[in-house]
């Protein structure tokens, strides 16, 4: 038999406060046991589970894997400015004239994401 992915776990300085930006950006919840100052954070999600653990040391170098977002209900590019009113900020722009491309941003502790386009920008070409 296989394994499965349970969670992706993410190294933070800040769990909590890491957690409640992904929860809003996934519109996902925290475990109600899951309170400002824990070494860990959970958050659920319709896509996906993540959990945050502490440790000392801040990001210095680019991640080697990074989580790509589609928004469900809005276009790319209202998502990206939804996630930016939440903390993120943008590292790099791939978006194209033709409306193809995608958005580069990092979460409040500088991790790279990527915002795609919506399943009903790609269907529309």
């Known amino acids: 038999m296989s394994s499965l992915i349970r969670h992706v ?22 475990a109600a046991d899951d309170l400002p100052g824990d070494p860990e954070a959970t958050v659920t999600s319709a896509g996906a589970t993540l959990l945050f653990v502490r440790v000392d040391d801040r990001r ?10 589609q928004p469900q209900d809005r276009t790319r590019d209202e998502e990206v400015e939804r996630l930016l009113s939440l903390g993120a900020t943008l590292r790099r722009d791939h978006r194209r004239p033709d409306g193809t491309g995608w958005v580069t941003l990092r979460d409040p502790e500088g991790n790279e994401f990527c915002v795609e386009r919506s399943a009903a920008e790609r269907a529309g070409g």
């Open 9 to 30: 776990t993410v190294d933070s300085v800040d769990p909590h406060g890491l957690a409640v930006f992904w929860a809003r950006v996934l519109d996902g919840a925290l």
């Open 60 to 69: 210095t170098v680019k991640n080697r894997v990074h989580l790509d977002v």
